[in-house]
């Protein structure tokens, strides 16, 4: 049964072809909350490239120093089943994280050693805008607040993927946070929206209860599923994040701090994502939206999609786009500048020309749209946090790719190069 979550919030336009400028509401088609323009992707007065959009992953301190003193690999093993991957309650299908060679046989690194990173690189290469992708939920985590505080002293545009049923589940915050007094899932988010460069990016992949309750389960069969219907709370939570982290924000005339992640785009989701796009655009939220990443457990969907999937994907690009265009999101120039986004309808990513991602084992990736050995960077994470970021940054590919405002998705060449999604735009056009 399909269940619309923002009972009672109105779409912002009076008529079909009204656009954002016209009724005067601000939004961001920028995933990072960042305005891109030449200046942005310079260089820094001191020469360097300037590396504006960096990617981390990482683990609560306790998680870490449990891992990090395991005896051998097979404890290390139980440990990534038991401590790691446990610590996010989902069993989501495609989960782009879990890929056990990337942690077995290395040491986690102390979100302390990473926020050190974080700060060398606003301090020396123009960091502007920060994401928190894993490999777990961000909230799950004592010092969550702690956190935000040092970002927040960094003057950063944080951004961070969620999922976390806490959102919508009261009992799930008390557990959590009940030392800080918030016993609440409104209590977590209006804390979380007094954090003003703070955005959530909050996944949403189906109005459908059974459809999306089927994704978020069954992904690892190590994992135990989420007990509780995901769609009940998830619904919640995004009444809640809307109320104070898209309403007030879009009344005072700023861009809404909530985006929609509508990812991975899959077969049994393609046929609803333009009603997605157009629902959460309409009221003032930006949607992010692709095809799955060929990592973790993302590259199986990646790799298993069809031709005939590819053509879906590319005719709902070309709507979105179109759609996009009407309401004034992005430009009919930006797009013929620039082409149509990885992003279906929104900005193009610069991950990987001004961007990069540090796994939580200190492993520098080029994007997380790939975790095979080309798309690793050769800097070890040793070297890592001996030499600096400012000195590792230099060595990676990223920094050797020319910048532009759409290098395009390199992570997914099956998808994005094949003629099937080629087609399927041009067919678009054409009707
Ligand atoms: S290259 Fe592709 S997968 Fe990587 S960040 Fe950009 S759009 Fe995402």
Redesign the pocket.
């Known amino acids: 049964m399909k269940t619309y979550p923002l009972t009672g919030v109105s779409p912002l336009f009076e008529h079909e072809r009204q656009t954002f400028q016209e009724i005067g509401v601000k939004i961001n088609p920028i995933l990072e909350g960042v305005t891109i323009d030449d200046n942005f992707l310079a260089p820094l007065p001191s020469g360097l490239k300037p590396l504006r959009s960096l990617e981390f992953c990482w683990l609560p301190t306790q998680i870490v120093e449990e891992y990090n003193q395991a005896r051998d690999e097979a404890q290390q093993r139980e440990l990534l089943e038991k401590k790691v991957y446990a610590n996010c309650p989902l069993n989501c299908k495609g989960c782009f994280v879990k890929r056990d060679s990337l942690l077995l046989g290395q040491k986690l690194l102390h979100p302390e050693v990473i926020m050190r990173l974080i700060k060398e690189a606003v301090e020396k290469l123009g960091t502007k805008t920060i994401k928190y992708l894993g490999p777990t939920e961000f909230f799950r985590d004592p010092q969550a607040f702690e956190w935000l505080d040092r970002f927040q002293a960094l003057d950063l545009i944080v951004g961070i993927f969620i999922k976390d049923p806490m959102f919508g589940d009261d009992a799930e915050v008390a557990v959590q946070f009940d030392h800080l007094g918030i016993t609440s899932s409104e209590e977590l988010i209006q804390k979380l929206a007094s954090y003003p460069r703070l955005r959530l990016l909050f996944n949403f992949r189906s109005f459908d209860d059974q459809i999306q309750n089927n994704l978020v389960n069954g992904g690892d069969s190590r994992k135990i599923d989420y007990p509780k219907n995901y769609k009940t709370v998830q619904n919640r939570a995004l009444k809640l994040l809307y109320k104070h982290l898209a309403k007030p924000e879009l009344e005072q005339g700023r861009a809404a701090r909530l985006v929609i992640i509508n990812a991975p785009v899959v077969k049994s989701t393609i046929n609803e994502a333009l009603e997605i796009f157009k629902y959460f655009t309409d009221r003032g939220v930006p949607v992010l939206s692709?095809c799955s990443?060929a990592s973790g457990k993302g590259q199986a969907l990646y790799l298993n999609s069809t031709l005939s999937f590819f053509n879906d994907l590319a005719h709902y690009y070309a709507k979105a786009t179109a759609y996009s265009i009407k309401r004034g999101l992005v430009s009919q120039a930006y797009t013929d500048q620039y082409g149509i986004s990885?992003?279906a309808g929104i900005g193009h990513?610069f991950?990987?020309c001004n961007g990069l991602l540090i796994r939580e084992t200190g492993q520098l990736i080029r994007?997380?749209?790939a975790d095979h050995k080309e798309w690793r960077d050769k800097v070890t994470p040793e070297e890592l946090v001996k030499e600096g970021i400012v000195t590792a940054w230099q060595k990676t590919r990223n920094y050797k790719q020319a910048s532009c405002c759409n290098v395009g998705?390199?992570?997914?060449p099956r998808i994005f190069n094949s003629m099937s999604f080629k087609l399927g735009l041009l067919q678009e056009e054409e009707d």
């Open positions: 692709t990443m990885p992003y990513c991950q990987l994007c997380p749209g998705c390199l992570a997914k």
